[in-house]
């Protein structure tokens, strides 16, 4: 039977291939238990589309990309690619993959599994049972403003410039998917950017004001500024519900806010596109860790925020609710058998490889559908 299900797979570089070969693992089992079956194709991405091509990214597997109903990503860069200009930075792919597939929408949750609370750095009793969603706008703002650039000056010195830059619609469709998610959850948006000394934050409130007045005074809205939200996140961070925020603040903003959770490791996230005329979604899943060059190749990474990135997939790329909680308790029961990789190790507890939680997963998976 012919799959609808086409998902590009890009490992790219340092952890993501170990971390994607977990996953690998889950769409075998999806395929065999589930009689899901994915056309998966593979590619590359960032510094190992460097060394293969010469570029982070290749016109042909962009437009893969496009043409795929999901694209799951690894992790890029890594200190051998550190020096090269900065126009091929491995990063560049990414990015370019985000601009050109126009995923304007990431959502990163920032979730404490109830067996990891004491893993936080802040005290259990502010983290246990958090569960937030930051929807970070990803293709505009001061990643991609223009002017932008280093120049010299007649005197010798430089001059590097950047522009912070946001237009009413690029605003409104962010905020809708965040209003949107918010009335799926507890019902509250909390819009964060800086009126009070730029610009396109006043706009930015402007904006999210008069949608919520037309189309989602249902929901509860309320606006904040950057600095101050990095400083509730870290104080009180179950006052939030859903946060909106723009590109730059976002990906402040997320760092902090996974850090929450007691780790990187554990974190996934989802970048959407806006829906087409046939009803379908352009989308990217991937961790929010990078590709931690530093315990690349050892079997040590922590596949679990891959693992929930392909389970997000599943939710909002394939509407397999069903099986994306099934991931999902698996994780937790993973967890809560107490195993652990490296970066979420707590003391009593046994320090398992990549390889070794991807078996265990895979366990509770045949379990849970036993
Ligand atoms: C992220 C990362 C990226 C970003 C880098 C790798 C370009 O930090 O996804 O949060 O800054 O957006
Ligand atoms: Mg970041």
């Known amino acids: 039977m012919a799959s609808n299900k086409k998902l590009l797979v890009l490992p790219g570089d340092g952890i993501g291939p170990e971390v994607m070969r977990e996953v690998f693992r889950v769409v075998d089992w999806m395929d065999k238990r589930r009689a899901v079956t994915f056309d998966v194709s593979e590619d590359l991405v960032g510094g190992c589309a460097i060394d293969a091509h010469g570029i982070p990214v290749t016109d042909e597997t962009v437009g893969q990309a496009m043409e795929s109903d999901a694209v799951l990503l690894g992790a890029v860069g890594g200190p051998k690619w550190d020096n090269l200009d900065f126009s091929i930075k491995p990063e560049r792919g990414l990015l370019r993959l985000r601009k050109d597939m126009e995923l304007f929408a990431n959502l990163r949750p920032a979730m404490v599994f109830d067996a990891l609370a004491e893993a936080s750095t802040l005290k259990t009793d502010l983290v246990a049972g958090l569960n937030i969603m930051i929807v970070r706008e990803l293709t505009g703002g001061v990643y991609f403003g223009e002017p932008r650039g280093i120049e010299e000056l007649p005197d010798g010195t430089r001059r590097g410039v950047n ?48 949608l919520h007045g037309e189309e989602y005074s249902d929901v509860e809205l309320s606006h904040m500024y950057a600095d101050n939200c990095a400083m509730q996140l870290v104080r009180a961070p179950k006052q939030f519900d859903v946060i909106v925020t723009d590109n730059l603040f976002g990906d402040m903003l997320s760092d902090a806010a996974a850090m929450l959770t ?53 939710r909002y790329s394939f509407d397999m609710g069903e099986e994306a909680d099934l991931i999902e308790t698996a994780v937790e029961k993973v967890l809560a058998g107490g195993l652990r990789t490296a970066d979420i190790m707590q003391p009593g507890k046994a320090k398992v490889s990549t390889t070794v939680m991807g078996d265990a997963l895979v366990r509770e998976l045949d379990k849970l559908a036993a």
Request: charged fraction near 25%.
């Open 163 to 210: 522009t912070q830059v946001y237009t009413t619609p690029e605003i409104i469709r962010v905020a809708k998917v965040a209003f949107e998610l918010a009335r799926k959850r507890d019902n509250r948006l909390c819009s964060v950017e800086k009126a009070n000394v730029m610009e396109s934050g006043v706009l930015w409130r402007e904006e999210v004001t008069k």
């Open 262 to 314: 007691g780790s990187l490791g554990m974190l996934p996230s989802a970048s959407l596109g806006d829906v087409d005329a046939t009803g379908r979604r352009k989308a990217l899943y991937e961790p929010v860790h990078g590709s931690a060059p530093d315990i690349a190749s050892q079997d040590m990474a922590n596949p679990l925020a891959m693992i929930l990135s392909f389970s997000m997939c599943l």
